[in-house]
């Protein structure tokens, strides 16, 4: 199915300029993420060779949540001017934390001074104070998902990706020295299918070089059928 999709989405006038081995990557990370397949086109971001989920997929994951209990948000001020977000997640079984993400966070990280962080500074903030926690509360949803505003993404308030508001890592020289983990993910499914892929990674999309690398190598081996062995020594 996921594979038929990927067809129709690369020949669709609406979905086209990208190949099918992308189409089915987004696919296979909606379907291990528990989202509808046909989700993956307006949640799954393929930012810099890695795919990556839109904020509010992951936030709506969370609170569907048997466990998830309540939320909180606080607009941090400085001198009267925005200055960040606090964010209060809380589980039934008492797990409760708080995270927040300011204007000097994004400064000492290098951000604040970027077009982009200057246009969406209030959503970033937010949105970076939400990742934080989650991972805190809810790491058997987030579970090492790459979000898009990680990856350099800008957001809106309710967490949709903006497209085309993250600019490519020039990674020429990267790719010169080791492959790169969404050209090597793409090259595995087309080599070997994505179920085998799948399979050789414990049921999961690999997500990390190393995952693929292990799953490159597996694929690799030549199978021995008992058949074409004359003899066993034990």
Known sequence: ?????????????????MKQQ???????????NGLPL????ATVHIINNIPTLSPKAIWAKIVAHGDFKAYNEERVEKAGKFHGYRITLERNNGLKATRQFTLDDAKKA?????????????NMCYWRAMGFVQDVVF??????VVRADAQGAMVTMDGDVIEGSWSAVD??????VQPQPGDLLT????THGAEAVMNANGGKIPSTLAE?????DRLSKPVVSLDDVDAITI
Request: charged fraction near 25%.
């Open 1 to 17: 199915m996921i594979q038929e999709i990927a067809t129709a989405a690369r020949d669709s006038a609406a979905l086209g300029g």
């Open 22 to 32: 992308g189409h089915a990557i987004k696919l296979l990370t909606a379907w291990e």
């Open 38 to 41: 046909t989700s993956a086109f």
């Open 110 to 122: 290098g951000l604040e001074g970027k077009d982009n962080w200057k246009m969406y500074e209030e």
């Open 139 to 144: 790491p058997d949803v987030t579970m090492g």
């Open 171 to 176: 990674n020429k020289l990267a790719k010169l």
């Open 187 to 190: 090259e595995l499914v087309h």
């Open 212 to 216: 693929m690398e292990y799953v490159r």
